[in-house]
């Protein structure tokens, strides 16, 4: 029969705690008015209802969930990972992924950060995006003598300058990430999320 023009499609959002913020964001995305003119920007305004479950709940669910239900795992836990191996990658580019097979997506950061001409490029990359982005400052730390160079110490005394280092990279890792994690959002929202519903 006819199928109904106005009938809202559902997806389920799995998503562990750790980035529980980016599917709030995404869910924020589904949710606006944005639609310009018949033109439809992201997904269809008013015709996608989401709803964010954690691993557990999604686990505690699974019994009741048909093949017709849209899921999004978000991140790298073991039941994203296990769909990832099966999905299409639509994106693949600077540690970003995000791709589907059927009613299954996926969509996460890799965990190795971005070397410096990745992350120039990357950088260039979300602006396509219009998302403007804090250039991190990235003080990659390869090696115990390359740290001594860069303080500019010698390496007997070293360490503590080492640590800093260290912890400084990883803060940069920390931020470049939630860029990444933005980013990938925004693009999965504009350019697959409406794609992968219609599937």
Not at 20 to 31: C, D, H
Not at 169 to 191: E, F, N, P, S, V
Request: glycine share 8%.
């Amino acid at each position: 029969m006819f199928e109904n023009q106005n009938a809202k499609t559902e997806l389920m959002i799995v998503c562990d705690e750790k980035l529980m913020e980016y599917a709030n964001y995404l869910m924020a995305l589904i949710g606006q008015n944005d639609d310009v003119d018949g033109e439809v920007v992201g997904t269809k305004d008013g015709m996608v209802t989401a709803a964010i479950y954690t691993p557990k709940n999604y686990k505690d669910t699974l019994p009741k969930i048909t093949s017709n239900t849209h899921i999004l795992f978000i991140g790298s836990f073991k039941e994203a990972k296990e769909q990832g191996k099966n999905v299409d990658f639509k994106l693949d580019k600077y540690g970003m992924r995000y791709g589907w097979l059927g009613k299954r997506a996926v969509m996460y950061v890799d965990d190795k950060m971005l070397k410096k001409d990745e992350y120039e490029k990357f950088l260039d990359f979300s602006g396509k995006y219009q998302k403007k982005f804090e250039k991190a400052t990235v003080n990659i730390v390869n090696s115990l003598p390359d740290a001594a160079k860069w303080i500019g110490v010698f390496l007997p005394v070293v360490y503590p300058a080492a640590i800093y280092g260290l912890i400084s990279g990883g803060i940069a890792h920390k931020k470049i990430k939630d860029q990444q994690y933005r980013c990938l959002t925004m693009a999965l929202y504009l350019d697959g999320l409406q794609k992968f519903l219609e599937g």
